[in-house]
Structure formats: C-alpha cells, structure tokens
C-alpha cells in the first residue's frame, strides 16, 4: 500500500505531501490540482512499467504504430514547476512515494526536463531505501548519457569492466530490476518495487464502452470499462462472488434483479443483459449510465484478480446521492481487506455526509488561491475544529458553504481573510448559515 506522496516542483506544486490510507479521498475547487496528483502517480506508474522518462511522461507507442501509453497531460516543460523557456537549463521536479509492502519502503526520484538537449529528461537523483537504511544512492554528478549508484554495502555500480551501464534517461529502479538479470547488483531480497508501481489503475470508467460486448475469455475490466459482459460473467461463475454482486446490485437499483445473462451474438461476442424477478430482461444499450458504472466499480473492486491501488476521478459521477452511501460501504468493506487501495477525487458533499471516521482521517483538501501560483494539500482533519464542525455541522455543508477554503486561506497565512481564533464568537463566524 502506497502511505505517503511527496511532490517537489511538480507542476503546480512545489512541496507538498499527500497522505494516503486504505481509501483516500481528494476534494479541492476546479483547477486547484486534483488532476495533477493523478499525473504524477501515472508518472510512477509508467516507471513501473519500465518506460523511460520520456515514455513515461510524453506516451509511448508499441510495434506496429498503436498507442501503448498515453502520455501526462501538458506539454513536456510544464511538468516541472520551474520552467526555464529558451534555455539551456534544466528544470527538475521530483517525486518521493512512501511504500508499505512487508516492510516500509521510500522511492524518490529526481527528474529533469531541457527541451533543447537531445536526450530531453534525464535522472539527476534517485533512490530507494528500506527501514534498515538505502538499498541504493545515486553518487554523484549526473552526466548526459550514464549515471552511477551506490550500493547497500558500500559497493558502487556499474563497477569497472561492466557490461551492464546505467542510463541517466530511464530510472535506475527499473534497470536494476530488469528481466533476465541473472546476478542482480543489489545485495538483499526486496519486494518488486516496479510490479508495485505497476499495479496501479486509473479507472474512468465510460457508459459508451461499458455497454459494447467483449470476447469470450477477456476478463481484465478495461480502464473505460471494456469487456464489461465477460468480467461479470466470469464473477457469475462463482456462486459466492455472484450472490455479493447480485447483493450489492439490488440495494443501488429499485431494479427487482434476480441475475444476469450474457447472450452471444452470430459473430460469437458476448453482451450484457440484466434479469428482473419479472423476467424482463434490460440490455447495456438500454441500461442507464449511473446503473453501468455502478456496475463498473463492483466488477473492478469484485473482481477475482482484483489488488493494488485503484485511482477514480469523480468516482461517484452518475450516482444518486441517496445511493452513495453503498458505494462508500462497498469501497471501505473491500479495502479493509487489506488487498485493494482506493483513492478518488469528489465535488460531492453528499459523499463527504457519508464517509466513515477512519476515511475522514485519510481526506485531504487541495487549495490554490486565485493569486497564489502554487497548491497547497492539507489533511482536513488538521483544520480547525472540523472534527467538531463535521458532528455539528456535516462536512457536506462545510464543503459547499466554501467553509473549507476560508480555514485553508487562513491557514496559509493569507492576512486578506480574517483568521481563525480559538474564541468561540469567531469560530460561530466560521460556521455556515
């Protein structure tokens, strides 16, 4: 599970921290940079894949031409915060994430960025550590082409007459890591940093995929909620996870739903159909698009090879606020479990009436004034008196009241805004009406 995210100089953040739990919750105004922290755990992610920088942030295309990875939004100098233009300087922005996996881990890598070098991005710094102390240290200056590490046990890598060179334009993890290295450099059995990074998904989930059939045997559920039909055909075929869908289902949807049925057309595609207890049969096509990402989230979460960290972005788009309590219930019943973390960005006060204490703890609030440059992210529990105002108030209202925002202006020590006191004729100032 990923515990921490620190930022520095990346895109509209210059040092800042998230803090992240079995279920993390993201709220903050338009443009304040909720999107942005969902490009730099994709900037991870692509390093788990074992792209190089500029796969990672710019796409990557696969044989034949097809689009394997998309690229980070932006253009490629603005993802660090510093952007030298017309220079031939580099910008730098780093990223450190917080790792529990049988132990306590921290990953950090400092990238830069210099449009008018041939090779684009570059390591500058990078590591990783273990509670012991550091698995391996980048030394040194950097140059155009190789890098070099230090190692656990003091050795320094590439050591002399090695074949095997690290290049400064992908990171050292992935390259310490690569298949079919039969004497790895570093010294100690570690968990696989990079398949971690890897299993991360980014769901969007679209109603006009989700209602396509699929092909038989395709049971990966697709970022957009491709192959929909035979991920849940798959979750039918065990009675145990059919009876916890059909469950889940019945209590979204004034739908009487007794099962599901999964025809195949002439072309030998399988489709979606939903059977009521009248034995009327809805199809995708006619299925509304709340019912079909509903439908999406509990065949990602129900899903037999369902782990690692799922990131959603308005998760509760298309959801009626009187039904978002189940999708609370659902994701905080599935990440108890231990094998599945969530992290979505809301607008929703209606999902903030809802989440539970310990998600409350794991909320954060994203803040930009309209004459800062810069975001600032805060726990929302570390403000003033919300876990008092949330009993008395509900932190729905608090949200919409803009309630949030005045504790944050103040808070960064913006003077144009009264302050927060510990006076209780001010705190009544702070409450909404």
């Known amino acids: 599970m990923f515990t921490s995210l620190r930022l520095v100089n990346f895109k509209n953040f210059a040092d800042e921290t998230l803090k992240l739990g079995p279920f993390t919750v993201i709220v903050g105004a338009n443009a304040s940079g909720k999107s942005n922290i969902r490009d730099a755990f994709r900037f991870l992610h692509g390093i788990g894949r074992g792209y190089t920088l500029a796969e990672a942030i710019g796409g990557k ?30 910008s730098t922005f780093s990223t450190h994430l917080a790792i529990d996996a049988n132990g306590e881990f921290d990953y950090c890598i400092k990238a ?20 012991s102390g550091p698995i391996y240290a980048t030394v040194g200056e950097t140059n155009a082409s190789t890098v070099q590490i230090r190692l656990s046990d003091g050795r320094k890598f590439p050591f002399e007459n090695s074949a095997f060179k690290l290049n400064s334009n992908q990171p050292i993890l992935t390259q310490l890591y690569r298949p079919g290295l039969e004497q790895p450099p570093y010294p100690d059995p570690i968990p696989n940093i990079p398949t971690i990074l890897g299993n991360t998904r980014f769901i969007e989930s679209s109603p006009a995929w989700m209602r396509q059939p699929s092909v038989p045997g395709a049971t990966t559920l697709g970022d957009y909620g491709q192959n929909l039909p035979t991920v849940l055909e798959a979750i039918c075929a065990d009675a145990d996870r059919k009876q916890t869908l059909l469950s889940w289902f019945e209590e979204l949807t004034p739908m009487e739903v007794t099962g599901f049925e999964f025809p195949r057309d002439p072309s030998g595609r399988v489709h979606l159909q939903i059977v009521e207890r009248n034995g009327r049969k809805v199809s995708a096509y006619s299925a509304s698009d709340g019912t079909l990402r509903f439908l999406g989230i509990l065949a990602t979460l129900l899903n037999e090879d369902a782990g690692g960290v799922y990131f959603f972005e308005e998760i509760d788009t298309g959801i009626h606020p009187n039904r978002l309590w189940l999708l609370l219930d659902l994701i905080e019943r599935q990440t108890a479990k231990g094998k599945i973390q969530v992290i979505t960005t809301t607008h929703n006060p209606a999902l903030l009436d809802w ?75 702070m409450q909404p009406e």
């Open 61 to 90: 295309l696969g044989p034949g031409g097809y689009v394997e990875w998309e690229p980070i939004r932006g253009a490629p100098d603005e993802v660090a915060r510093i952007e030298p233009r017309y220079s031939y300087e580099w």
């Open 112 to 131: 830069g960025f210099n449009q008018n070098h041939t090779e684009g991005y570059r390591v500058f710094e990078e590591h990783l550590k273990a509670q």
């Open 355 to 429: 989440i539970r204490d310990e998600t409350f703890e794991h909320t954060s609030v994203i803040y930009r004034d309209e004459y800062w440059s810069d975001s600032v992210i805060r726990p929302i529990a570390d403000l003033y008196h919300l876990r008092e105002l949330r009993k008395s108030q509900g932190l729905g209202r608090l949200f919409t009241s803009g309630w949030l925002e005045s504790a944050m202006k103040a808070s960064e020590g913006d003077f144009d805004t009264d302050h927060l006191d510990d006076d209780d004729e001010d705190e009544w100032e």
